[in-house]
Nanobody
Framework: QVQLQESGPGLVKPSQTLSLVCTVS??????????WSWIRQPPGKGLEWIGY???????YYNPSLKNRSSLSRDTSKNQFTLQLSSLTPEDTAVYYC???????????WGQGTQVTVSS
């Protein structure tokens, strides 16, 4: 069974860059057919997909966040990373990493990590 665990700072300042790491166990991030997403949920709002990185390493982004987001991976550590720049308080949210296959974006989820953007 695949397990995912997010890690990163809980509090960041406006204009800074957020860096979150998702560590995957029980399965390889290079396994065929799977892709690995970052998703967030601002307080009182629904889920928002940020982007994903596929088994080959190719990444795809939500157009609304594409200019500020970047996904990468470290296959030796079985981790993938989100960087989100030019933060504002509107980026405050619980951030999740998830495993997807085909049209199912989240067949496995991390527990989520709270990120607050505040000076």
């Amino acid at each position: 069974q695949v397990q995912l665990q997010e890690s990163g700072p809980g509090l960041v300042k406006p204009s800074q860059t957020l860096s979150l790491v998702c560590t995957v166990s029980g399965g390889s991030i290079t396994a065929d057919y799977y892709y690995w997403s970052w998703i967030r949920q601002p307080p009182g709002k629904g889920l928002e997909w940020i982007g994903y990185i596929g088994a080959s390493g190719t990444s795809y982004y939500n157009p609304s966040l594409k200019n500020r987001s970047s996904l990468s991976r470290d296959t030796s550590k079985n981790q993938f990373t989100l960087q989100l720049s030019s933060l504002t308080p509107e980026d405050t949210a619980v951030y999740y990493c998830a495993q997807g296959v085909m049209a199912a974006v989240g067949i496995s989820w991390g527990q989520g990590t709270q990120v607050t953007v505040s000076s």
